[in-house]
């Protein structure tokens, strides 16, 4: 028989809580709409002390106002809030902090405020839950951190409260969800208060109080890369790739970085990947933002489809005159979804590619450097191997090693790195930052970005290692050795390996790869300049004015 | 320079497809409902050869009219789809292929129609594309397997389109996304057309056709399983799994697989879990359907909260009855989602424990059996370690097992299986059938449910394997060999091993557990039968006809 206790469980006290704080609020309410001015008494009754709150700091998108206003909020009322967070990126995230509103910290990427974070952190100031990768995160939000409010941005709302989040749709549905149904505050900032929307991307029903915002949301336009700064070494960097891993694999579904590297390859495809023959057989399914230096790679017919995490400035009347290639709703703008962009990410393609700081020998790496804690974003999700993957593809099965009957195939994941950093600091290192980092910050484990035994190939200006072929970590070491340079880690190496680990296939220079360092010149670049991208993409692509140097 | 060909590429495709084909639709149409009569006819204009559709066929709910509608249409007109299908359930969604209306297939599981799916494969009748994880096929959608059309299921609709899902939204927006928002068409049969909806769960702007069905969909009640079939082996192995993995790692957060072994350990919280004092400690966050079974562990207050992947018939009113626990709408019923149900699965919870029907002696195991495809479901995606993981809890450091300053935590991943199936078969084998299947097919890999290199611990009624703590494949097999008893694989296991084994924590034994085996009785269980789940549940719990038997 049941056990029964003295008193009664109850079994709706989130839902209960809910109404009384939205009855508190009730008086500036009109329908769903709060005036801007409410907003700072608003959020002081509609947040309790000690609460789970997420504030949307995507890649790009900012809840701006939102955050702006949440810093405002008396800390003698609200305190030890605990704060999700996917992107730190702007001064007042860490302002709740300093000011003891917030307390504690679950995060997945700080740019701009890493060092700051890594500060706080060690002055005992932020008690950090942990660094996630942005999935990761998100499902965080169903288990074990459901929020008790969301603070979110979209560009517009009608006067019921159904949003339109247009291109930049990004983790908004996500972040919602976990609060619509479980009891949770949902407060929208929109640019814009509309009779009719272009199209609805949250129905009203999911949300709680809206407000129009002073001005719009932050965006950044973070995934927009000039071709003026891309050198030669990183387009002979971007040859090796296409040639040893990219024809080699046949990589035909993708996800490229942010970084100079990738931007190199996406404009050599139209000259250098035309030349062998490659288009149509690699790189036809793309899942990456609207990189503005795919434009030229698109308009020559490479791209089958690109889903996107977010979206891009200036990219907006490209994107929507582009259907064919890129996910746009019934209004012709784009729909981005960061969750189910990282998951097909995740399990539904060939290869990551990306670029990081530092590696140590066994080819573990990480954006975390000294004093700089700056998460990962989507890297680890990424930059893994998917271990519930089981469909095949020739890229997938062309990484098997061994011979067994219960054999399976590995996704790609492909380091770029430069022997040397800006600055001359040696990108090999004995031993990664991070670890100094994790123990300064008490971390449980260090913050390592990507772990050696998921990277299957490292690309230096020197070559390529196979890492993915050798036998063991003694091996390991030695194929990246080889393409280590000049670096401390290089220069122990012994070259009178070389020819048998290129015989092995455990290394590739150049030259094994009929590429002459002579030819890695600007010249091949499909695009050499934001205005080159303007034409390609008929002068659709409306670059921000930052990148406007004419 | 852009380059320029002869033609001018069009880039709007499918765009203009999809209008041409809703053009040819529209005589029959009002606003976007169709009249039950005419959707053979429908479909014969909406659909085209050689497309890509998905047909919504859930682990619980199928788009049962839509099936049975397509198996309808002229093999003449319509032929060669290629159809993707998460679970293939009905016979007609098989027939689709016998009358040549389908040609490929890409799906995730199949329950009642393995014995003839893999028939129909062995014969040429389906050409397979792969067996999915179901995050994998969703994350497909939205790279490479793009669909024309989506046909999927919901409860309710308005007049506009908009559409409720209810208790069982499941993968139904994941679906919809795909085809919404990439030009495809969606068409989805509802219950009942209504002028005002108990919420929104889809908006009307991503619907193309609703057509109310000449009957309910079906939905089958998967998970509920009767105590009264609890076997006093099971229950021996609960109370192994509950002191031997989930107290002595303190597992937090966690997902059961559907099956009795693991509805015994949710009966035995509130009883043997109880006197063990660990209420509060473990089993606080769940990624799991409704299960009956969990109810008296949810009154006794184990459980803060589940989120569901789908719903289960017969919970409707009692998850209503508890939104604290349950995630639920704004109309107050359950929302599930499975695409975010896995994500959370995948990276939120310290453990994934679950049965299986063959294990090989490198732990690999497979519920593909000889002549049955019955594909995976949610098993490789949930049972495998997400490298991508950066959050730390206590289960997951307990699972480290050397030191080093990069190391990381790894998830559980927990194999339940008796020694002896019924009908006698040993469940430990030489080879598992799945091998001999997958070359049958000419898949080109074997079907493997989940990796022996993934499954860190195998519970049998004689013990526990502490897989993830062996050094070497030796030792794996050892551990594996010695709770393996009276199996070939047992039986060729020297049992002198055992002491060693057991002093180096490699196996427990239930007299290292401190648990009798003349103890593991019925009468533990805190529900002996349905009756008793309905009367936990104050009456609340409603199962389906089936279920009762008085």
New interface residues.
């Given amino acids: 028989?049941?056990?029964t206790e003295d008193t009664p469980?109850?079994?709706?006290?989130?839902?209960d809580e809910k109404f009384r704080r939205l009855l508190a609020a009730k008086s500036w309410l009109k329908g769903k709409c709060l005036p801007a001015e409410r907003i700072v008494d608003a959020l002081e009754v509609l947040i309790t002390s000690g609460d789970k709150v997420v504030l949307e700091g995507n890649n790009q998108k900012q809840a701006s106002f939102l955050s702006e206003s949440l810093a405002k909020v008396s800390s003698n009322r609200i305190n030890r809030l605990h704060m999700l967070i996917s992107s730190i990126s702007r001064p007042e995230h860490l302002d709740l902090f300093e000011k003891g509103i917030a307390s504690k910290l679950?995060f997945s990427y700080a740019g701009p405020q890493s060092l700051r974070i890594a500060q706080l952190i060690e002055d005992g100031v932020i008690e950090l839950?942990?660094?996630?990768?942005y999935?990761?995160l998100?499902?965080?939000l169903?288990?074990?951190l459901?929020p008790n409010v969301v603070l979110v941005a979209a560009d517009k709302a009608d006067m019921e409260g159904?949003l339109y989040t247009g291109p930049n749709t990004e983790e908004t549905p996500?972040i919602i969800?976990a609060a619509?149904?479980?009891?949770g505050i949902v407060i929208v900032q929109v640019n814009e208060l509309v009779d009719k929307l272009p199209?609805?991307?949250i129905?009203?029903?999911w949300v709680d109080v809206v407000v129009q915002a002073e001005k719009p949301y932050q965006l950044e336009a973070l995934f927009t890369r000039d071709p003026r700064q891309i050198t030669e070494v990183q387009i002979l960097m971007a040859m090796m790739a296409i040639r040893g891993v990219y024809e080699k694999h046949q990589v035909?579904?993708l996800n490229h970085g942010i970084g100079f590297n990738t931007s190199a390859i996406e404009l050599l495809l139209?000259t250098y990947g035309e030349r062998l023959g490659l288009k149509g057989k690699i790189c036809?399914?793309w899942?990456l933002n609207p990189h503005p230096t795919l434009i030229?790679a698109i308009?020559?017919?490479w791209v089958e489809?690109v889903?996107c995490f977010g979206g891009e400035v200036g990219m907006e009347k490209y994107v929507a005159?582009?259907?064919?290639?890129f996910?746009?709703?019934?209004d012709g703008s784009l729909?981005s979804?960061r969750?189910?962009?990282q998951?097909?990410?995740?399990?539904?393609?060939d290869m990551f590619i990306g670029s990081t700081l530092q590696m140590?020998r066994?080819a573990?790496s990480s954006t975390v450097t000294a004093g700089r804690l700056a998460g990962?974003g989507g890297a680890?999700?990424?930059?893994?191997?998917?271990?519930?993957?089981?469909?095949?593809t020739p890229a997938w099965?062309d990484l098997i090693t061994q011979q067994s009957?219960?054999?399976?195939?590995r996704k790609l994941v492909v380091q770029m790195v430069e022997t040397f950093q800006k600055g001359g600091q040696p990108a090999f290192v004995d031993?990664?930052d991070a670890?100094e980092v994790g123990k300064q910050g008490n971390l449980?484990?260090?913050?390592?970005m990507i772990?050696?035994d998921?990277v299957t190939h490292v690309i230096t200006e020197e070559g390529i290692a196979y890492l993915y072929k050798t036998q063991n970590m003694e091996e390991r070491r030695m194929a990246l050795g080889a393409i280590a340079g000049m670096t401390p880690l290089g220069r122990e190496h012994d070259r009178s390996l070389n020819d048998r680990l290129r015989q092995d296939g455990l290394i590739a220079l150049p030259e094994d790869l009929q590429i002459r360092r002579s030819d890695a010149k600007r010249s091949l670049l499909a695009a050499k300049s934001i205005e080159d991208l303007i034409?390609?993409s008929?002068g659709l692509y409306d670059p921000p004015e930052k990148f406007r140097t004419w």
């Fill in positions: 028989m049941p056990i469980r109850r079994w709706t006290e989130r839902r679950d839950g942990a660094i996630h990768t999935l990761e998100y499902g965080r169903f288990v074990d459901t159904n996500t969800e619509a149904f479980s009891g199209r609805v991307d129905p009203a029903s035909q579904s139209p036809k399914h899942t030229p308009e020559s017919g489809r889903h005159a582009r259907p064919d290639i996910f746009t709703g019934p729909r979804n969750m189910i962009c998951v097909a990410g995740l399990y539904g393609v140590d066994d573990n990962f680890p999700n990424m930059g893994s191997d998917p271990r519930g993957r089981r469909h095949a099965l009957p219960t054999v399976r195939g031993s990664l670890i449980p484990i260090a913050p390592v772990y050696g998921d034409d390609w008929g």
